[in-house]
Antibody, heavy 114, light 112 residues
Framework: QVQLTESGPGLVHPSETLSLTCTVS????????VYWVRQPSGKGLEWMGR???????SYNSALKSRLSISRDTSKNQVFLKMNSLQTDDTGTYYC????????WGQGVMVTVSS | DVVLTQTPVSLSVTLGDQASISCRSS???????????LEWYLQKPGQSPQLLIY???NRFSGVPDRFIGSGSGTDFTLKISRVEPEDLGVYYC?????????FGGGTKLELK
């Protein structure tokens, strides 16, 4: 069945780079797009960016300068890297599949703190 | 970027009441293929969001028929005809017509 699982460090220091991995199963990354959504603590959902099935990417304009999304189709993984982290980047980060259903990871909590 | 403005920000209801949430877009959400990629999600505390409505008015599998999505162009509405306890949480509209995709700010549905 379709599953998405986020992984990454729970704690990142200010000004450092966040690296998250979304490992998927039950579908191919060359057939479906995967996108990242985050939720700052106590706030709403924010769409971050997307890895399309054909390898193209799209980013939230406000995050574009410090965000990169890539993938390894052989490992069924999508990667998120965001640099220059600040305390307001603290929150839960989700990966989700676009199209044909509603599939989300459980989310990974990231705290930015010294 | 497309801005989705949801109103109200919070909504207090009595169980069995009707609830209505508005989502207004800064530009038309009709895509060149004729479809309108406007979705509604519900996020319950401590959970990932769950899809309720896609393409304005189509209920996702398993979603009760008391959830009704409507609208076109830039104005969209989600109505819940008889609120039940499991409907409480935060509702978000979401557009996947224009890149980058965007969420509305959310509407918290709570008990009066």
């Amino acid at each position: 069945q379709v599953q998405l699982t986020e992984s990454g460090p729970g704690l990142v220091h200010p000004s450092e780079t966040l690296s998250l991995t979304c490992t998927v199963s039950g579908f191919s990354l060359t057939g479906y797009s995967v996108y990242w959504v985050r939720q700052p603590s106590g706030k709403g959902l924010e769409w971050m960016g997307r890895m399309r099935y054909n390898g193209d990417t799209s980013y939230n304009s406000a995050l574009k300068s410090r965000l990169s999304i890539s993938r390894d189709t052989s490992k069924n993984q999508v990667f998120l890297k965001m640099n220059s982290l600040q305390t307001d980047d603290t929150g839960t980060y989700y990966c989700t599949r676009a199209g044909d259903g509603d599939y989300w990871g459980q989310g990974v909590m990231v705290t930015v703190s010294s | 970027d497309v801005v989705l403005t949801q109103t109200p920000v919070s909504l207090s209801v009595t169980l069995g009441d009707q609830a209505s949430i508005s989502c207004r877009s800064s530009q038309s959400l009709e895509y060149s293929d004729g479809y309108t990629y406007l979705e509604w999600y519900l996020q319950k505390p401590g959970q990932s969001p769950q899809l309720l409505i896609y393409e304005v008015s189509n209920r996702f599998s398993g979603v009760p028929d008391r959830f009704i999505g409507s609208g076109s162009g830039t104005d969209f509405t989600l109505k819940i005809s008889r609120v039940e306890p499991e409907d409480l949480g935060v509702y978000y509209c979401f557009q996947a017509t224009h890149d980058p995709w965007t969420f509305g700010g959310g509407t918290k549905l709570e008990l009066k």
